[in-house]
């Protein structure tokens, strides 16, 4: 079976390759999504160094109550994986 690389909800298409978990809850999917972009600051003071590396992780929930539509829409893709 062929499956979609991305899934149209209302007023999102989510791309499924970005997608890193999805939390099954109650009436309520919270789908995590991995960022590729990583962003950083390296800085030197008096000889020694410094630094952060950081990603965001963007995450969008899709509720029965407040997102009808695209919850059906979620639960079917979900029903859908082998």
Not at 5 to 19: A, D, E, P, Q
Not at 62 to 76: A, G, L, M, R
């Amino acid at each position: 079976m062929i499956m979609s690389r991305f899934i149209r909800l209302t007023n999102i298409v989510l791309n499924t390759n970005c997608i890193h978990t999805i939390k099954i809850q109650p009436n309520k999917y919270i789908i995590r999504l991995t960022n590729k972009e990583w962003f950083g600051h390296i800085g030197l003071c008096y000889g020694s160094g410094y630094g952060m590396v950081s990603s965001d992780n963007t995450q969008v929930e899709v509720c029965e109550t407040n997102h009808p539509i695209d919850y059906k829409i979620v639960t079917e893709w979900l029903n859908k994986i082998e």
